[in-house]
């Protein structure tokens, strides 16, 4: 039995007529109304920021990235976040991958360079979110 806020979203959710719900946000109570409904769902269900060195899932051309997380997959990605940083690409790319790692710490031990620090830093933020296989979403419907 739903009662309060329940009940209006129920309401709510029976107004609109869908046929299937996606719920990505609020999943628990947007659950609990369409399973009074009978209405099938489906979940969507993801932190990209766990896996995801760039925090989105996403390459560098905003496509769902199907490659696993590594100092040189994902530095496309990263830099595309970071002031200034697709122009260093082509000389970070150049870089060989544990020298990129080493001058990230050293730049993490000093006062912070505008500019600088974030773009030398990037191997070293790869580096501490790297997976171990693929990056996937996960959906879950029921």
């Given at each position: ?34 399973k ?6 489906i ?100």
């Amino acid at each position: 039995m739903l009662e309060g806020d329940l009940l209006e979203l129920r309401n709510f959710i029976k107004e609109i007529k869908p046929t299937i719900v996606h719920l990505h946000g609020f999943k628990a109570p947007f659950s609990l109304a369409r399973k009074s409904l009978g209405i099938p769902c489906i979940v969507t269900a993801h932190h990209g920021g766990l896996v995801c060195p760039a925090g989105a899932l996403l390459n560098s051309k905003d496509k769902i990235c199907t490659v696993a997380a590594s100092g040189n997959n994902c530095l496309p990605c990263v830099l595309k976040n970071v002031k200034g940083g697709t122009f260093t690409f082509p000389l970070q790319k150049l870089t060989p991958f544990k020298l990129r790692l080493v001058i990230g710490k050293v730049f993490n031990k000093i006062p912070f360079i505008y500019y600088v620090t974030p773009i030398v830093t990037t191997t070293v933020s790869i580096e501490n979110k790297k997976g171990n296989g693929k990056i996937f979403i996960i959906v879950q419907a029921y």
